[in-house]
Structure formats: structure tokens, C-alpha cells
């Protein structure tokens, strides 16, 4: 797998958006995968960040949050202007993404859901964020992540 595309480095190389794609090995079912990916990669653990699929109010939205911290559904749901927030399920999350769970990009998804991005991301000058496939990261800046994706920002995680 190692060298092939995905839609989410597809994208970017479309629109020209500098990045750069980090491979590494950890188990999808590890516990604490997102710190391991930060400690296969090198970098510090909130600067990765995870793209997890909620049902706000019964619409799909993807969340990108630290891997250091979990997502506070409630400040998800205030940053869409919804209710009441829950993590969607496994299946639904990857027919509507395209992806796999360990591998959801917030980039080329089959479906373009609206995206809110944790705003400590705009603390760093680039994040790492799933290039589309498990085993695979992608470092940008998060400006561009926000503008490729039209994604708000708000604090979304409870640490």
C-alpha cells in the first residue's frame, strides 16, 4: 500500500496545497492509537489530530480533535447550531466518508460533511490529520485544512 494515493492526498495535490505524507505502523486497536501514532511519528501528541463522524441533530458531522483529548459532544453540537450530539455509528461513518475507522480523513470524503476543527489546531503551524487510509498522516497547515474543507473552528475538546 505503501506509495498509493488517496482521495484526501489526491485533493491536495490537486489544489496544490503543500503537505507531506508520514507513514507509520501501529495497530489500529491499540489502546491509545492516536498517542502512539504521535510517538511513531515524533511529534508532539497535540498537534495529531483525530476525525471522529457524530449525528448532530440527526445530520452527520465530522470532528477533528486532538488525539489528546476526547470530544465534548455538547460543544460540537453549540459550533453547528445543534442540540444534541452523538457519535455516529461505525458503519454509517465509513459508508458516508468513504474511509475506515482508524483511516478517516477530514479530506476527500465521499460526502462532504460539514466539519468543525478544534481551534487549538490554529496554535501549531501544521497538524497532522489521516491521509485517507490507516497507516498513513498527512501534515499541512491548519489554515489550509480549514479553507480545503470550509471548516469552523471552536473548542471541541475536553481534555
Same mark, same amino acid.
Given at each position: 500500500?505503501?506509495?498509493?494515493?488517496?482521495?484526501?492526498?489526491?485533493?491536495?495535490?490537486?489544489?496544490?496545497?503543500?503537505?507531506?505524507?508520514?507513514?507509520?505502523?501501529?495497530?489500529?486497536?491499540?489502546?491509545?492509537?492516536?498517542?502512539?501514532?504521535?510517538?511513531?511519528?515524533?511529534?508532539?501528541?497535540?498537534?495529531?489530530?483525530?476525525?471522529?463522524?457524530?449525528?448532530?441533530?440527526?445530520?452527520?458531522?465530522?470532528?477533528?480533535?486532538?488525539?489528546?483529548?476526547?470530544?465534548?459532544?455538547?460543544?460540537?453540537?453549540?459550533?453547528?447550531?445543534?442540540? /444534541?450530539?452523538?457519535?455516529?455509528? /461505525?458503519?454509517?461513518?465509513?459508508?458516508?466518508?468513504?474511509?475506515?475507522?482508524?483511516?478517516?480523513?477530514?479530506?476527500?470524503?465521499? /460526502? /462532504?460533511?460539514?466539519?468543525?476543527?478544534?481551534?487549538?489546531?490554529?496554535?501549531?503551524?501544521?497538524?497532522?490529520?489521516?491521509?485517507?487510509?490507516?497507516?498513513?498522516?498527512?501534515?499541512?497547515?491548519?489554515?489550509?485544512?480549514?479553507?480545503?474543507?470550509?471548516?469552523?473552528?471552536?473548542?471541541?475538546?475536553?481534555?
Amino acid at each position: 500500500m505503501a506509495g498509493q494515493g488517496t482521495p484526501a492526498t489526491a485533493l491536495l495535490t490537486k489544489r496544490k496545497v503543500p503537505h507531506s505524507t508520514h507513514p507509520y505502523d501501529v495497530s489500529p486497536d491499540a489502546p491509545h492509537y492516536g498517542a502512539l501514532v504521535a510517538a511513531a511519528l515524533g511529534v508532539p501528541p497535540e498537534r495529531v489530530f483525530k476525525s471522529l463522524v457524530a449525528e448532530v441533530d440527526g445530520a452527520l458531522t465530522v470532528a477533528v480533535v486532538p488525539v489528546t483529548g476526547e470530544l465534548d459532544l455538547k460543544a460540537l453540537a453549540a459550533a453547528v447550531g445543534g442540540k /444534541r450530539a452523538a457519535i455516529a455509528d /461505525r458503519a454509517v461513518a465509513e459508508r458516508a466518508t468513504g474511509y475506515v475507522r482508524g483511516g478517516i480523513s477530514p479530506l476527500g470524503q465521499r /460526502r /462532504r460533511l460539514p466539519t468543525v476543527l478544534d481551534s487549538s489546531a490554529l496554535d501549531h503551524p501544521t497538524v497532522y490529520v489521516s491521509a485517507g487510509r490507516r497507516g498513513l498522516q498527512l501534515q499541512l497547515a491548519p489554515q489550509d485544512l480549514v479553507a480545503l474543507i470550509g471548516a469552523v473552528t471552536a473548542p471541541l475538546a475536553a481534555h
